[in-house]
């Protein structure tokens, strides 16, 4: 509303001004009103926090009555989720929600008075809260900034304080079993300053909450138990809340990627065993597998605890391994230095017996030896064979077949009959293949033929000399046989001696593998 002052003139101007304040008088009045409703209505929580806190120390236990008993403090916690779980440093980051609850008797009022409010949310700083502390915390503080958590405040005197934290602990692992192993890790919390006289520390009557976990993509949660526990320190006990978790490891992923390719990698050790030592490849072969096992057992140990107290069934594994493997490597040298070394003396009585006996038979060694000795001859008939050839082979390059002397007659066949012979001596003739001269009879003889006035002695040395070649060269001949047959049984020796390696090799393995299978299900 305006007042038009132009209208002064027909006006009572007394009139004409209370006009003009009725409006700002209305306005003023209708704001105090509002402004005092407004400060009605702020004044209960307002008066509440005021009387109840009233001489209210928030570093002061709470003392109630004559005779104070212990504050009665109650723990409970929801599992959120586990973030990691590191061997090597035997450390455990979980996601957790703390549940604390507690009775402060010095905060109580009745709700009636106050416009029936029966709880106040405040600061944590304005409330006496007891000083949890996790005993196996690795870092300098219990989770994150936990003053910009508020605290619920009841009618009755009950507080409660909900705390999402991301805490990391200690957790001492076994692991044995890797990695079809479960881990147990314990939460202990416990008051540092106060004793069971002045805090009785409880679990929440409420069991762990897993509803909101979020599955991990290693682990299993099993279960999540709590305990109390009181040990005495100087005759007074100090109570403690300990969550255990039981946690699972999911083997699959350590399986295919390192149980099953070393299981195979060791396998083929056995190929060693049944390559040919002319191939030349057993030797690096074997060594190609070790290194193999070598870099597993590695992979490993980069995820152990460097601990002394227990050591993996799968690095026990690894290291049998290599130790069969480097075995194996010994033996394949042994076989190879049997079967390539020039051998100047026969097979020990032992080997040949081994070779001979039960054991060569049991590894089907007979075939074997039967193929050797028909490409290698040394019977006794094969021999004799083999002399008659040679004589043959000699008596076909000397001049005549046979001859005999008796009386100064000599009688010669050449395959076309007989023919006698006067011989006359030659004082001055040496060589008995000299020119031949006429005789009486007047027969000449040519150069091919002996002359009839060869003399005896000549003869007989002739003889000898024809003798002896033929000697030495059936000695070399059944000297080479005799040298080939001492290296056949050195070789065959060889390959017996690879048959046992692998079926050795074979047992042990199977010992091995089926050592840890087992220990791993009954464990």
Same mark, same amino acid.
């Given at each position: 509303?305006?007042?038009?002052?132009?209208?002064?003139?027909?006006?009572?101007?007394?009139?004409?001004?209370?006009?003009?304040?009725?409006?700002?008088?209305?306005?003023?009045?209708?704001?105090?009103?509002?402004?005092?409703?407004?400060?009605?209505?702020?004044?209960?929580?307002?008066?509440?926090?005021?009387?109840?806190?009233?001489?209210?120390?928030?570093?002061?236990?709470?003392?109630?009555?004559?005779?104070?008993?212990?504050?009665?403090?109650?723990?409970?916690?929801?599992?959120?989720?586990?973030?990691?779980?590191?061997?090597?440093?035997?450390?455990?980051?979980?996601?957790?929600?703390?549940?604390?609850?507690?009775?402060?008797?010095?905060?109580?009022?009745?709700?009636?008075?106050?416009?029936?409010?029966?709880?106040?949310?405040?600061?944590?700083?304005?409330?006496?809260?007891?000083?949890?502390?996790?005993?196996?915390?690795?870092?300098?503080?219990?989770?994150?900034?936990?003053?910009?958590?508020?605290?619920?405040?009841?009618?009755?005197?009950?507080?409660?304080?909900?705390?999402?934290?991301?805490?990391?602990?200690?957790?001492?692992?076994?692991?044995?079993?890797?990695?079809?192993?479960?881990?147990?890790?314990?939460?202990?919390?416990?008051?540092?300053?106060?004793?069971?006289?002045?805090?009785?520390?409880?679990? /929440?009557? &409420?069991? #762990?909450? @897993?509803?909101?976990? +979020?599955?991990? !993509?290693?682990?299993?949660?099993?279960? %999540?138990?709590? *305990?109390?526990?009181?040990?005495?320190?100087?005759?007074?006990?100090?109570?403690?809340?300990?969550?255990?978790?039981?946690?699972?490891?999911?083997?699959?992923?350590?399986?295919?990627?390192?149980?099953?390719?070393?299981?195979?990698?060791?396998?083929?050790?056995?190929?060693?065993?049944?390559?040919?030592?002319? /191939?030349? &490849?057993? #030797?690096? @072969?074997?060594?190609? +597998?070790?290194? !193999?096992?070598?870099?597993?057992?590695? %992979?490993?140990? *980069?995820?152990?605890?460097?601990?002394?107290?227990?050591?993996?069934?799968?690095?026990?594994?690894?290291?049998?391994?290599?130790?069969?493997?480097?075995?194996?490597?010994?033996?394949?040298?042994?076989?190879?230095?049997?079967?390539?070394?020039?051998?100047?003396?026969?097979?020990?009585?032992?080997?040949?017996?081994?070779?001979?006996?039960?054991?060569?038979?049991?590894?089907?060694?007979?075939?074997?030896?039967?193929?050797?000795?028909?490409?290698?001859?040394?019977?006794?008939?094969?021999?004799?064979?083999?002399?008659?050839?040679?004589?043959?082979?000699?008596?076909?390059?000397?001049?005549?077949?046979?001859?005999?002397?008796?009386?100064?007659?000599?009688?010669?066949?050449?395959?076309?009959?007989?023919?006698?012979?006067?011989?006359?001596?030659?004082?001055?003739?040496?060589?008995?293949?000299?020119?031949?001269?006429?005789?009486?009879?007047?027969?000449?003889?040519?150069?091919?033929?002996?002359?009839?006035?060869?003399?005896?002695?000549?003869?007989?040395?002739?003889?000898?000399?024809?003798?002896?070649?033929?000697?030495?060269?059936?000695?070399?001949?059944?000297?080479?046989?005799?040298?080939?047959?001492?290296?056949?049984?050195?070789?065959?020796?060889?390959?017996?001696?690879?048959?046992?390696?692998?079926?050795?090799?074979?047992?042990?393995?199977?010992?091995?593998?089926?050592?840890?299978?087992?220990?791993?299900?009954?464990?």
């Amino acid at each position: 509303m305006s007042c038009n002052w132009n209208l002064r003139l027909t006006m009572n101007p007394f009139v004409e001004r209370r006009w003009c304040i009725v409006p700002l008088v209305i306005a003023v009045y209708a704001w105090t009103t509002a402004g005092t409703q407004g400060s009605q209505v702020l004044s209960k929580s307002d008066v509440m926090f005021r009387e109840v806190w009233k001489g209210y120390e928030a570093d002061i236990r709470p003392v109630c009555g004559d005779y104070p008993s212990p504050v009665e403090v109650s723990l409970g916690m929801a599992m959120r989720q586990l973030m990691d779980l590191d061997e090597p440093k035997q450390m455990i980051w979980t996601n957790i929600w703390l549940r604390i609850a507690w009775e402060d008797c010095r905060l109580m009022w009745n709700s009636s008075d106050y416009g029936e409010a029966t709880r106040i949310t405040v600061p944590r700083n304005v409330v006496w809260t007891p000083d949890l502390t996790l005993y196996d915390n690795a870092e300098s503080k219990l989770g994150n900034d936990m003053d910009a958590y508020r605290i619920n405040v009841y009618s009755t005197g009950r507080v409660t304080s909900l705390l999402p934290v991301v805490i990391k602990s200690m957790c001492k692992l076994n692991v044995l079993m890797f990695p079809f192993d479960t881990q147990k890790c314990n939460l202990t919390f416990g008051s540092w300053t106060y004793n069971g006289m002045e805090l009785n520390l409880t679990t /929440s009557p &409420e069991i #762990v909450d @897993l509803s909101s976990f +979020v599955v991990h !993509s290693e682990w299993t949660i099993v279960s %999540v138990k709590e *305990s109390v526990n009181a040990p005495i320190f100087d005759g007074v006990p100090y109570p403690q809340v300990i969550f255990t978790i039981a946690l699972s490891r999911k083997p699959l992923f350590y399986a295919v990627n390192l149980v099953f390719p070393s299981v195979l990698i060791k396998s083929l050790a056995i190929v060693g065993f049944i390559l040919p030592p002319e /191939s030349g &490849e057993k #030797v690096n @072969l074997e060594i190609t +597998v070790l290194l !193999s096992l070598s870099v597993f057992q590695l %992979v490993v140990l *980069s995820t152990m605890p460097p601990t002394s107290e227990n050591m993996p069934i799968i690095a026990l594994y690894f290291l049998l391994a290599m130790v069969l493997v480097a075995l194996s490597c010994i033996t394949t040298v042994v076989v190879l230095n049997i079967h390539f070394t020039k051998h100047h003396c026969a097979l020990p009585r032992v080997p040949y017996l081994i070779l001979h006996g039960c054991i060569g038979r049991a590894f089907g060694m007979r075939k074997l030896i039967a193929a050797s000795r028909r490409r290698t001859p040394h019977s006794s008939s094969t021999t004799s064979r083999a002399k008659d050839e040679e004589a043959e082979t000699v008596f076909s390059n000397v001049p005549m077949s046979c001859s005999t002397i008796s009386n100064g007659v000599m009688t010669s066949s050449h395959g076309d009959g007989y023919r006698s012979h006067h011989v006359t001596p030659d004082p001055g003739q040496n060589d008995p293949l000299a020119s031949p001269r006429s005789t009486s009879s007047g027969l000449h003889y040519s150069s091919r033929y002996p002359s009839p006035e060869v003399s005896t002695s000549n003869f007989v040395q002739l003889s000898l000399k024809v003798l002896g070649q033929l000697e030495i060269l059936t000695s070399s001949k059944l000297s080479k046989e005799f040298k080939d047959m001492q290296v056949s049984e050195w070789r065959l020796f060889a390959v017996l001696l690879d048959r046992i390696f692998l079926c050795v090799f074979l047992v042990l393995g199977l010992i091995l593998s089926l050592s840890v299978y087992i220990t791993i299900a009954v464990g």
